[in-house]
């Protein structure tokens, strides 16, 4: 089955400054890479997705780059923000069937210090 | 578009009762939905996959007896946690699937077995 690591656990980083998340995952099927944004006590929420046949997807502050070759995927948030402190998923799928689900990593805690 | 909801928010219960999830996707169908159950500071495991008028498909090491899944609808899952234990005390989010591998999440529902 798929197994999805992320880094780091935490991040810290001042107000304007970017944020990298990375993530590998092991099965060279999978084709679509969504990234969730999680705020205490509220569920996941889609903020950006990738899907293999394209290498970056861009939407304002928010990147997605994926190398398929290398088998991992990154956001890239640019001007961080107090408000983009929060706890992020990448998650790793394949196919386009209905039972196919998504794989999670194991999260990465931002937090943007003002 | 693509608004999921969930009853309760919060839910506090005495050992041994039954407790019911409801997961309502409110402006469009799906033919599957996603139960997942988090624990604090971990990632998302998902619990069982619910297919409308069809018995769930539940992964490996969740009961299916004791967390009981009912897709009666397009639009409503519902999670039942049968003779509810302390240990089952967890925050508990469903997802529905929109098109192809998108998925988009519940705000969650914490519940508390006393």
């Known amino acids: 089955g798929e197994n999805v690591e992320q880094h780091p656990s935490t991040l810290s980083v001042q107000e304007g400054d970017s944020a990298v998340i990375k993530c590998t995952y092991s099965?060279?099927?999978?084709?679509?890479f969504p990234w969730y944004k999680q705020e205490l006590g509220k569920g996941p929420q889609l903020i950006i997705d990738?899907?293999?046949?394209?290498g970056e997807k861009k939407d304002q502050r928010i990147a997605v780059t994926l190398n398929k070759t290398a088998k991992h995927f990154s956001l890239h948030i640019t001007e961080t923000q107090p408000e983009d402190s929060a706890v992020y998923f990448c998650?790793?799928?394949?196919?386009?069937?209905?039972?196919?689900?998504?794989?999670f990593g194991g999260g990465t805690r931002l937090m943007v210090k003002p | 578009g693509a608004v999921v909801s969930q009853h309760p928010s919060r839910v506090i219960c005495k050992s041994g009762t039954s407790v019911k999830i409801e997961c309502r996707s409110l402006?469009?169908?799906?033919?599957?939905m996603f139960w997942y159950r988090q624990f604090p500071k971990q990632s998302l495991m998902l619990m069982a996959t619910?297919?409308?008028?069809?018995?769930?498909?539940?992964e490996q090491g969740v009961e299916k007896d004791k967390f009981l899944i009912n897709h009666a609808s397009l639009t409503l899952s519902t999670l039942t946690v049968t003779s509810a234990h302390p240990e089952d005390s967890s925050f508990y989010i469903c997802?529905?699937?929109?098109?192809?591998?998108?998925?988009?999440f519940g705000p969650g529902t914490r519940l508390t077995v006393l």
């Open positions: 402006d469009f169908q799906a033919t599957t």
């Open positions: 998650a790793a799928t394949r196919g386009n069937n209905a039972g196919n689900m998504l794989t």
């Open positions: 997802s529905a699937r929109v098109r192809g591998n998108e998925q988009f």
């Open positions: 990738i899907r293999s046949n394209v």
């Open positions: 099965d060279s099927a999978s084709n679509y």
């Open positions: 619910s297919n409308e008028g069809s018995k769930a498909t539940y």
